[in-house]
């Protein structure tokens, strides 16, 4: 819609998880040095969690285009129910067959994984939203993860959530789960200082070659936003409709608290109350 008037090749703000785009401020590059510790030291369980729109499920994208060969992945994206849902989720995750009782599919899915062992590679599921999942369908992966009984595990489970993963793991309930837990961090948000840096490189990767958010609009967008990035492209983005709008070739402060105020008042998703 506005790339042309800008000079951009393609949106720089879209708020689709996109790994190609990933800017690695100071708590995405520890976040991910974490995954990949997870994931070449074999953790069982490797925990990362974060708030809405910070970054986790890019961060799980570039993990999983980058897995090496020998490593089988899977990835849950919502949130099933109940051990049964959950294996026949699981299953399709890993692209096995998911007819039949659920003592067959378990049974099919435990030769999938003996199948591995034997060939000395390994499975990694990874489940996103898992602040979502109940009681019953945790356990169900701490019983999954009962299999690892040799030096090398043959499934690595991560877990993808909001901070309320965090506060259910700590449940006492969960302890037997939590001691299970080899790796775990909690993903922040950007720095204010690190905003500038992030937006001038969405609008690079985009194909801009001058600046096109004045700094004082940088600014603002760095204090309304907390540093979220995905609140960092809804800013952006219609901040570029708005200029496009009204012809503003810089967009400026006004342009970007015009924005904010117009979300406050109209929007599904009130931003800048800070």
Request: hydrophobic fraction near 45%.
């Given at each position: 819609m506005y790339e042309a008037f800008y000079g951009l090749q393609a949106k720089p703000f879209s708020i689709l998880p996109n790994p190609h785009l990933i800017?690695?401020?100071?708590?995405?590059?520890?976040?991910?040095?974490?995954?990949?510790?997870?994931?070449?030291?074999?953790?069982?369980?490797?925990?990362?969690?974060?708030?809405?729109?910070?970054?986790?499920?890019?961060?799980?994208?570039?993990?999983?285009?980058?897995?090496?060969?020998?490593?089988?992945?899977?990835l849950i994206n919502n949130t099933p129910q109940?051990?049964?849902?959950?294996?026949?989720?699981i299953m399709l995750a890993f692209g096995q067959a998911i007819e039949g009782e659920y003592l067959i599919v378990f049974r099919r899915?435990?030769?999938?994984?003996?199948?591995?062992?034997?060939?000395?590679?390994?499975?990694i599921l990874v489940?996103?939203?898992?602040?979502?999942?109940?009681?019953?369908?945790?356990?169900?992966?701490?019983?999954?993860s009962n299999i690892n009984t040799t030096e090398t595990p043959v499934l690595q489970l991560i877990l993808v959530g909001q901070p309320?993963?965090?506060?259910?793991?700590?449940?006492?309930?969960?302890?037997?789960?939590?001691?299970?837990?080899?790796?775990?961090?909690?993903?922040?948000?950007?720095?204010?200082k690190e905003v500038a840096g992030y937006i001038e490189s969405r609008l690079a990767a985009a194909g801009a070659r001058?600046?096109?958010?004045?700094?004082?609009?940088?600014?603002?967008?760095?204090?309304?936003?907390r540093g979220i990035p995905r609140i960092i492209n809804i800013l952006c983005d219609?901040?570029?409709?708005?200029g496009l709008a009204t012809q503003a070739h810089v967009i400026t402060p006004d342009i970007v608290e015009e924005v904010i105020a117009d979300r406050q008042t109209y929007g599904v998703l009130p931003i800048g109350n800070v």
């Open positions: 800017y690695w401020g100071r708590m995405h590059r520890l976040a991910y040095a974490m995954l990949e510790f997870g994931v070449l030291n074999q953790a069982g369980f490797t925990v990362i969690t974060g708030e809405i729109g910070s970054g986790k499920t890019t961060l799980i994208h570039h993990l999983l285009s980058k897995l090496p060969k020998g490593v089988t992945p899977g109940g051990r049964d849902e959950l294996l026949r989720w899915f435990q030769e999938f994984l003996l199948d591995h062992l034997r060939g000395k590679r390994t499975a489940i996103d939203e898992a602040q979502n999942l109940g009681l019953e369908s945790l356990e169900f992966l701490r019983m999954l309320q993963l965090r506060e259910q793991l700590r449940d006492p309930i969960l302890e037997q789960f939590a001691q299970r837990v080899a790796v775990d961090f909690h993903l922040k948000a950007l720095e204010e001058r600046q096109i958010l004045a700094d004082q609009a940088i600014a603002v967008v760095a204090k309304k936003s219609t901040a570029l409709v708005y």
